[in-house]
């Protein structure tokens, strides 16, 4: 079993719809990041939280350490966001990464 | 804006070539990394480096080694290019430790004919 899980694999939707992508780990974290993956590789850091919540712009990511699961949520979905979104969490002293197998995600005009 | 540039976004070697992948990083960043990225396994770990000089094996290191000579430059060296090692490398930099945000490099594609 993947220690990172994230659900669903694949997700379309509408532009306008609110997304949910999720992710369950486990094994004990120091912090849980979202990760943004374009076509043509690029991957850029969007979340990086160890409790609660934050918001940037139309983002918002959840963390329940209880039971060991985020959400990433996207309102108002627009096609700019299609895009892969990887869970990720920092485990030991020098913070790298265990990976999710990420979640693509389309998003249609 | 931090800024991690790797050598070339797309190469293409033999089988049993020696090859360098470079990662280079101009903030100043102790925390180094180089991942590979395929289908259906996500990005995985091959070698981090929290220092010069510094180096820790990774998920899967079998078949690469990293040297890190400078603190903004971090390699990746394939031995002896082997065709399963075809793949997505990508290198990352982070400030410090556990907390900090990483900061990823453009990644190279490598083919291994």
């Known amino acids: 079993k993947n220690e990172v899980e994230q659900s669903p694999q694949n997700l379309t939707a509408q532009e306008g719809e609110f997304i949910t992508i999720n992710c369950s780990y486990s094994?004990?974290?120091?912090?849980l990041h979202w990760l943004q993956q374009h076509p043509g590789g690029g991957i850029v850091s969007l979340f990086m939280?160890?409790?609660g919540k934050k918001k940037h712009g139309r983002l918002i990511a959840t963390i329940n350490i209880q039971e060991k699961h985020s959400s990433l949520h996207i309102t108002a979905s627009h096609p700019r966001d299609s895009a892969v979104y990887i869970c990720a969490v920092s485990r030991g002293s020098q913070g790298n990464l265990i990976f999710g197998k990420g979640t693509k995600l389309s998003v249609k005009p | 804006d931090v800024k991690v540039t790797q050598s070339s976004r797309y190469l293409v070697k033999r089988t049993g070539e020696k090859v360098f992948l470079e990662c280079v990083q101009d903030m100043d960043h102790e925390n180094m990394f180089w991942y590979r990225q395929d289908p259906g396994l996500g990005l995985r770990l091959i070698y981090f480096?929290?220092?010069?000089?510094?180096?820790e094996k990774g998920d899967i290191p079998e078949g690469y080694s990293v040297s890190r000579e400078k603190k903004e430059r971090f390699s990746l060296i394939l031995e002896s290019a082997s065709t399963n090692q075809t793949s997505m490398y990508l290198c990352a930099s982070s400030l410090r430790q556990i907390l900090d945000t990483q900061y990823f490099g453009p990644g190279t594609r490598l083919t291994v004919l």
């Open positions: 939280l160890s409790s």
């Open positions: 480096s929290y220092d010069v000089k510094m180096k």
């Open positions: 094994v004990g974290i120091s912090a």
